[in-house]
């Protein structure tokens, strides 16, 4: 990690779905007396709550967070405007604070939080519209077969069930004739801070059983009623996400409530094993259960 000014540290709290990082985060951000910011892709929009698993409104008071609910869905949030914001947030705290916390699994965000992000040529609107267009009308099958046809790179390494990675990565091989892969370069920028990262991980069949346990909870708490809320904006980037969009297939009656639960719990398992990909190629990563908050606290202080 490149960093010019190790007497400001950010611990980053990272993993799967589901394995218990906002606990734990906020347990670390209590020890140090200092604050959180989230690195949650979906938990940033205001009118998402119970689908993507926000802290409770106890957890949100025990530790000031930042990032979570600032913005509406008709926003167009990227990973560009997650690490200008956090950028920005860091150096106000690190105004008071010598550590902070940052909690989260969208690695995109973590990674441009910490290295930067590449440079992409701006796309014209034209090409983007055009492909949400044609998403919304053709689906997600005809979406990987796109990519397949012009971006073979992509269709093997990046993520062919995300439909917002994959949009961008068609518009940027439609408006720069390259794959967005190839912008991916391995160029660190320096930050002024240092940072040291904790992954959470949990046996497969426990965390598996958690995500199964979170989204009965989910239903239990009101999830149908959240989706049903948000039909008239279903067509925005920021809903087509697990937890909503299968809730949306029972609300066409295309499957059964039972069935549209069981989707989400196959499909957040399979997101949580994407997440556990995507980080373990981060060798920076110190790996800890989720219940070793004072092995963690103890490395903590020995570095």
């Known amino acids: 990690m490149l960093s010019r000014q190790t007497n400001k540290t950010v611990i980053i709290v990272c993993g799967p779905t589901a394995v218990g990082k906002t606990s ?21 929009f205001k009118e998402l709550n119970i689908g993507v698993a926000r802290p409770s409104e106890k ?25 200008k ?37 701006p796309i014209p609107i034209e090409i983007r519209k055009k492909i949400i ?24 390494k990046g993520e062919m069930q995300n439909p917002q990675r994959m949009m961008r990565a068609l518009e940027v091989v439609e408006g720069t004739g390259k794959s967005i892969l190839s912008f991916q370069s391995n160029q660190k920028l320096a930050r002024d801070f240092s940072v040291i990262k904790i ?10 059983q958690n995500i199964n346990n979170r989204v009965d909870e989910m239903l239990q708490a009101g999830l149908e009623a959240e989706v049903k809320s948000l039909i008239p904006f279903r ?8 937890g909503y969009s299968e809730i949306f297939e029972y609300v066409d009656q295309k499957i059964t409530l ?15 094993k994407r997440q556990l990909t995507w980080f373990k190629r981060d060798k920076e990563i110190n790996w ?6 004072s092995s963690i606290v103890d490395f903590l202080q020995n570095q």
Request: hydrophobic share 40%; aromatic share 10%; charged share 25%.
């Open 199 to 208: 992954g959470l991980e949990l046996p497969r069949e426990q965390l598996y």
């Open 235 to 242: 067509n925005l980037n920021a809903l087509q996400t697990v």
């Open 59 to 83: 957890e949100l008071k025990t530790v000031v967070h930042h990032f979570i609910a600032p913005h509406s869905i008709s926003e167009e949030i990227n990973v560009s405007s997650f690490e």
């Open 85 to 121: 914001f956090t950028l920005t947030k860091a150096k106000e705290i690190f105004e008071k604070k010598n550590k902070l916390v940052l909690v989260g699994g969208t690695g995109l965000y973590i990674k441009a939080f910490c290295e930067g992000l590449d440079s992409i040529p």
């Open 288 to 293: 800890f259960h989720p219940s070793q908050l």
């Open 24 to 44: 734990v985060g906020i347990e670390l951000a209590k020890n140090y007396d200092t604050e959180i910011i989230s690195a949650d892709s979906r938990q940033c």
């Open 258 to 272: 039972v069935q549209a639960v069981e989707k989400i719990k196959l499909n957040t398992r399979h997101y949580a």
């Open 133 to 156: 267009d044609e998403y919304e009308a053709k689906g997600l099958a005809w979406l990987q077969d796109e990519i397949n046809k012009k971006d073979s790179t992509f269709f093997e």
